[in-house]
């Protein structure tokens, strides 16, 4: 079963604040993801990448940046974070068989 | 409009009965994935399907292409099938994601 660790798994932050939400996955898949869960809209998919270095926009993509710093590490940062972006972020890593694999999950709070 | 749109939206069930989830496609969708959301919040692989069917345990989705639609069948459903399902769709025009539905929130009653 592939891993893929989120940290943090909970955070509160105030408005206009600097948070980054972290994602490892230790099975050298070259796919990851990251997407946002609200009531109402499902998951919605914020970046996307298929290596390190490597960066493709999604669906939400605004107020949001992403960086892929080695095959197993691909991060998600809020340089300015508004109450908009209070939503449950999820990561996920996709398998030579394109099975997708997620995280725990990271809540983010912003005040 | 949504691309997946997932019917019913919620249900609620007795143990031991069946059900059908669906999810309609607005998209060339050419695979789909099916997801359980548990109670806890975890997210759970449950079939990655090419057109066609596949079938574990108690559980058997089918993905018509043509058509435009999926199903997942749960049989003889038990509590721990309780959670929100969610279908995703990958298609011709942004290969390498997926676009999920809102999800089917089922609860299984005693």
């Known amino acids: 079963e592939a891993a893929v660790t989120q940290s943090p798994r909970n955070k509160v932050t105030v408005t206009g604040g600097n948070v980054t939400l972290s994602c490892r996955q230790t099975n050298s898949h070259n796919y990851m993801y990251w997407y946002r869960q609200d009531t109402g809209h499902g998951l919605r998919l914020i970046h996307y990448?298929?290596?390190?270095?490597?960066?493709q926009i999604g669906d939400v993509p605004d107020g949001y940046k992403a960086t892929r710093t080695t095959q197993e590490d691909f991060f998600l940062l809020l340089e300015l974070a508004s109450p908009s972006q209070t939503s449950l972020y999820f990561c996920?890593?996709?398998?030579?068989?394109?099975?997708?694999?997620f995280g725990e999950g990271s809540r983010l709070i912003v005040v | 409009g949504d691309k997946v749109k997932q019917s019913p939206s919620a249900l609620s069930l007795q143990e031991g009965t069946n059900s059908a989830l669906r999810c309609n496609f607005s998209i060339a969708a050419t695979t789909v994935q099916w997801f359980l959301q548990n109670p806890r919040g975890s997210l759970i692989n449950l079939f990655y399907?090419?057109?066609g069917t596949k079938e574990n345990g108690r559980l058997k989705s089918a993905f018509d292409s043509k058509e435009s639609y999926s199903t997942l069948h749960i049989r003889d459903a038990q509590l721990e099938d309780s959670g929100t399902y969610f279908c995703a769709a990958e298609n011709t025009e942004g290969a390498d994601r997926l676009t999920f539905g809102k999800g089917t929130q089922l609860i299984i009653q005693p």
């Open positions: 996920a890593s996709r398998d030579i068989g394109n099975t997708l694999y």
């Open positions: 990448s298929y290596g390190a270095g490597n960066l």
């Open positions: 399907l090419v057109p």
